[in-house]
């Protein structure tokens, strides 16, 4: 999807990935696209800042709170500033404008590529996460989950055996890093009753104290 209020720009991008057989669709509005985003989903989008009546900003955070699709930013804004937000609040990349539509098409491809790669199932004892289609199945049931729940679930499942600090969790989860630890601490104890035989004796979410957490998965082949 290009999400993009320059129309000409817009049109020319997605009549050049469909040459080259990326199924695309152009919207030029925040309203028009989490209405698109409704009835249809999409692998990745490339969204411009100066939206007609909002920032790409304020549609990231909203996008970043029910999917987890790359988004790239693309802006003729050069800030470092700019950058950094787009980074820290959900987006995967920033490419900068004017730009041309070969190396724009190759850096889609590349990052659908690895977007395909990644192993979709995710197993640990006896608990399996779906990433594509966002279950998750403990002993054979099927986990009742927030969006939050899962989001934060899938960051650890996909990042074994690998501490993650509290920012890194915010900034990948919630979109930031302003949350309290109290925030982040009632997620993990409610995944914890969840997921772990024992809650106040883990083997799976560990906490690494005063830094973050770690899924941990010993012997896993």
Known sequence: MIIDDEIGLGKATK???EAFGLKTEFLESAEKTLSFLKENSADLLLLDINLKNESGFDLCKKLREDYNMPILFISARLSSDDILLALNI????????PYELSILLAKVKTRLA????QNKIVKAADLVVDLENRKAIKAGVELDLTN????????LVQNPNRTLTKEEIFSK?????FFSDGTLNVHIRKLREKIEKDPDDPKLIKTVWKVGYVFEVLNEK
């Not at 959900?90 to 404008?97: F, L």
């Not at 989860?173 to 890093?177: A, E, M, R, T």
Request: proline content about 0%; glycine content about 10%; charged content about 40%.
């Open 173 to 177: 989860v919630w979109g930031d890093s």
């Open 15 to 17: 009549k050049y990935f």
């Open 148 to 155: 939050k729940e899962f989001k934060l679930l899938a960051l």
């Open 90 to 97: 959900g987006g995967d990349d920033y490419i900068t404008k």
């Open 114 to 117: 690895r977007e395909r790669q």
